[in-house]
């Protein structure tokens, strides 16, 4: 990180890093409470009317929770492999059916922890609201994404203690410095404040939640409290300030996977230059594309359960059937054995196995792998689906 790459305001900022001569880190500012809407009013308004419409067409949603569990895993595929990882939604809901990993990609226990710390995350934020995001939670979810990953070799679950840097394989190299670890819990405990927003007497009106998203994120990439990890929990805190407020969570991974060059050089602009419209720009339009996006995909959903519906319908079976029930499971879990479809519906072995055969022969499921035992059935017009851009 070269001093010419930051402006005069955040080279006052630059601070000696003790462990390599030479090189500098910076300490950044105070996290902002409200960036000016100059020239990015528009953006942002239409990202507040994309997530009002959200949150209406979600509570009409008869299958929401499923759609969600999907919509989950997904955003884990996305946001992992922003970060390099090569496992796809189906490698991911393979892992889960069948507890293996076998001829799946070796990166897909890192996926899955993305999936768990992001529904602790949920839950926590849906019983706290905006008082359960503390670094706490913070440190809890960099546990769950990163316990168990060989190649993350940082402390789990706790902040660094050693400098880090943003690309170059050197430190002399780097595109940006991080602060020093000394001062990383400082720093995240003032970002704290702005997590947990509130507004203040003072102020004149409430700060748009589209914004704070923008200011969190940027502050959080800037500080990258742990050595590793920090892309992933950035990420994570943007549906939960959502969650948080009451919205369904929008995910916005595959929008910043899709633009992922915009989206590290806008927020480069920040961490160098302390320029914010552009990048509050850029994330106010995925929020505006992702709600939108995710509106589309419930609806399509939607349309495939209908259409599944009405093709068990033309049977004539008995009305308690297990066949009937199993459409509904499916839009939340489209990789299913008869043992999970057993325990998820409470029906024997025998009755869950004999619907799934009923479901491959309407080509509702299709098996990927024909086995004896443990048989996989895969509901492929679900994964196709998610696995769109």
């Not at 239409?46 to 067409?57: I, N, V």
């Amino acid at each position: 990180m070269k001093k010419t790459d930051l402006s005069a305001a955040r080279q006052k900022l630059l601070v000696p890093v003790q462990e390599h001569p030479g090189a500098y880190a910076l300490i950044p500012p105070p996290t902002p409470r409200f960036i000016p809407l100059k020239g990015i009013h528009g953006e942002v308004a239409r990202a507040h009317e994309a997530l009002g419409a959200l949150q209406t067409s979600a509570a009409r949603l008869p299958n929401s929770n499923l759609i969600t569990r999907t919509f989950d895993r997904r955003e884990a595929v996305r946001s992992s492999q922003i970060e390099g990882t090569n496992s796809g939604v189906n490698d991911l809901f393979m892992y889960e059916a069948t507890g293996s990993d076998h001829g799946l990609p070796p990166d897909v226990l890192e996926t899955l922890n993305y999936v768990k710390a992001l529904e602790y995350g949920l839950l926590q934020v849906r019983n706290g609201g905006v008082t359960a995001l503390t670094c706490g939670l913070i440190k809890e979810l960099h546990a769950l994404l990163m316990g168990g990953v060989d190649s993350f070799k940082g402390p789990v679950g706790e902040f660094r203690v050693k400098q880090n840097w943003i690309g170059g394989f050197k430190i002399y190299q780097a595109r940006f410095v991080p602060p020093p670890a000394e001062n990383v819990a400082e720093c995240m405990d003032d970002l704290e404040t702005l997590l947990q927003y509130s507004p203040g007497e003072e102020e004149p009106f409430e700060v748009p939640i589209v914004i704070r998203m923008a200011i969190v994120h940027a502050q959080f990439e800037t500080i990258h409290p742990f050595i590793d990890g920090n892309g992933r929990v950035g990420r994570i805190l943007l549906p939960l300030m959502l969650a948080a407020e009451g919205y369904p969570p929008v995910y916005l991974a595959g929008f910043l996977k899709e633009n992922q060059r915009t989206y590290y050089d806008t927020l480069a602009e920040v961490q160098l230059q302390g320029n914010w419209s552009e990048w509050v720009c850029f994330l106010a339009g995925g929020v505006e594309t992702a709600a939108q996006e995710s509106m589309r995909t419930a609806r399509e959903l939607e349309a495939i359960l209908d259409r599944w519906k009405q093709e068990i319908a033309g049977l004539k079976l008995r009305s308690d059937s297990a066949v009937f029930r199993i459409p509904e499971l499916l839009i939340g879990n489209p990789v299913l054995t008869a043992r999970q479809a057993k325990d998820a519906l409470g029906i024997s072995f025998p009755a869950a196995s004999a619907a799934l055969v009923l479901l491959e022969e309407r080509g509702i499921l299709a098996q990927p792998l024909k086995q004896q035992r443990n048989r996989t059935f895969v509901a492929k017009e679900v994964i196709e689906l998610l696995d769109r851009p």
